[in-house]
């Protein structure tokens, strides 16, 4: 009930591709969306989240959509540039949790070719 | 404005060796928690402290364990290390109240040999 699924395990796209990571949860009490970018050796950078009140958050070429009913999520990448290329995790988290702890998913790995 | 940072960057020890990993967080967060990042894997959360106190704790043994400082910075400490303790370690901060919005730092990487 804790896991986060995500997938693909790693994408290539084309430079100007729109790129669609998914992610699905079991545990109803989550209430906080968020995904993260990670380079090689570096920490993950937060890149954009959502809550469960709306069903989509655009933040520039990011934009998440939100099917509660479903339980899933999703990352689109608008006009993907080769500096997108980087692993990305969804993860989630429950408000009624004082600590707000976050489950993550495996990761996908983004490959954007010039 | 200063984000969080951790120290070392690397770390190299010896099984059964004892380790300690430092955190100072994010100028206004008042909470730190902790991941482990194996290769190739999503972070796994070890515990969180707030007010200097371990407020949650993942499904990690006694080995690790914390502290936190009336400044709000973090230390990880492991004892007794085994080889499958080799991973990046992620120290994250946030503001109580403000549950999952946690901004992580560049990580300590630990190779056990």
């Known amino acids: 009930q804790q896991q986060v699924k995500q997938s693909p395990q790693s994408l290539i796209v084309q430079k100007g591709g729109i790129p669609i990571i998914n992610c699905a949860y079991e545990?109803?009490?989550?209430?906080?969306f968020p995904w993260y970018q990670q380079f090689p050796g570096k920490g993950p950078a937060l890149l954009i989240a959502i809550r469960p009140d709306v069903s989509e958050k655009k933040e520039g070429r990011f934009t998440i959509s939100f099917n509660k009913s479903a339980k899933q999520f999703s990352l689109h990448i608008m006009d993907s540039q080769p500096g997108d290329s980087a692993t990305y995790f969804c993860a989630a988290s429950s408000g009624s949790s004082n600590t707000g702890k976050l489950i993550f998913g495996q990761g996908t790995t983004l490959q954007v070719k010039p | 404005d200063a984000g969080v940072t951790q120290s070392p960057t690397h770390l190299i020890k010896t099984r059964g060796q004892q380790v300690t990993l430092r955190c100072s967080p994010k100028s206004g967060h008042d909470t730190v928690s902790w991941y482990q990042q194996a290769l190739g894997q999503g972070p796994q959360f070890i515990f969180q402290?707030?007010?200097?106190?371990?407020?949650q704790r993942g499904n990690f043994p006694d080995r690790f364990s914390g502290h936190q400082f009336p400044n709000y910075s973090s230390e990880l400490n492991v004892n007794a290390l085994l080889l499958g303790d080799s991973a990046l370690y992620l120290c994250?901060?946030?503001?109580?109240?403000?549950?999952?919005?946690?901004?992580f730092g560049p990580g300590t990487r630990l190779t056990v040999l």
């Open positions: 994250a901060s946030s503001l109580s109240g403000l549950a999952g919005e946690q901004f």
């Open positions: 545990n109803t009490a989550f209430d906080y």
């Open positions: 402290y707030y007010e200097e106190e371990e407020r």
